[in-house]
């Protein structure tokens, strides 16, 4: 049973790009290792029912970034989330869950991500949440645990999610707390593709591989990365 840990907004050490969203969580629990100050921690969220197309992408583009250097955050939900922290874990690279439940094991959801949790902690990551320990996940608290997921981030990337989906609250999160947000585009006869072109509709940045997000973000010229390993 890992410790499950308390921090109030006050105290050092609370993650820094949480501290300037509206209703920061105060105090916020979490197990393993948070945020540090220079830390660059980067969003991928989508459907719980993706595609092979929605998964492959997660995979790839999740790894690509971990490699890179970015901290990849997610909520573990079942879908691009589990796959997006997988691929990380499969790098032993950092990767922090952000849970609508309390992190004691009886609490956590999906409960088939226990394992994953577990990993996600011994390679040096963490989860967090706004909510005690005891505390069962509900149809408001995951809504609001997606403001978290975007606050701890630089930028917000979605991958599959149709029209009226969690993921979409996450980027209008993503929106009002004045983050990078990007989409990948799919079928216009897929449902699962409704969220993201609408999303490159109203201005969000249309990805198609890791290489578009590294040099969005000015990332080629602090790492030195080469455009033609992130294809």
Do not use: W
Not at 87 to 100: D, H, N, P, S
Not at 150 to 158: D, E, K
Not at 217 to 223: A, D, E, I, V, Y
Request: charged share 25%; proline share 5%; aromatic share 6%.
């Amino acid at each position: 049973m890992y410790e499950i840990k308390t921090i109030s907004i006050e105290e050092e050490g609370y993650p820094e790009e949480l501290k300037k969203i509206k209703d920061a969580p105060n105090p916020l629990y979490y197990i393993g290792i948070l945020p540090a100050p220079n830390e660059k921690c980067f969003a991928i969220v989508g459907t719980r029912h993706c595609s092979a197309y929605g998964q492959q992408t997660a995979l790839k583009i999740s790894g690509q970034l971990a490699d890179a250097g970015l901290t990849i955050v997610s909520g573990m939900a079942p879908g691009i989330d589990t796959f997006s922290h997988r691929a990380v874990i499969e790098k032993r690279k950092r990767t922090i869950a952000v849970l609508g439940t309390g992190l004691d094991e009886e609490s956590i959801y999906p409960h088939s991500n226990l394992d994953l949790s577990r990993k996600i902690i011994e390679n040096n990551g963490c989860l967090a949440s706004e909510l005690p320990p005891g505390t069962r996940g509900s149809r408001f608290s995951f809504p609001r645990r997606n403001r978290i997921i975007s606050g701890l981030s630089s930028a917000v990337l979605v991958i599959e999610a149709k029209e009226r989906s969690g993921s979409l609250i996450t980027a209008n999160y993503a929106k009002q707390q004045n983050k990078k947000l990007f989409a990948v585009p799919g079928s216009i006869y897929s449902l699962n593709s409704g969220g993201p072109n609408k999303l490159i509709k109203e201005g969000a940045m249309l990805i198609e591989s890791a290489s578009d997000i590294l040099e969005a973000l000015g990332f080629f010229s602090l790492k030195q990365i080469s455009k033609k390993d992130f294809k």
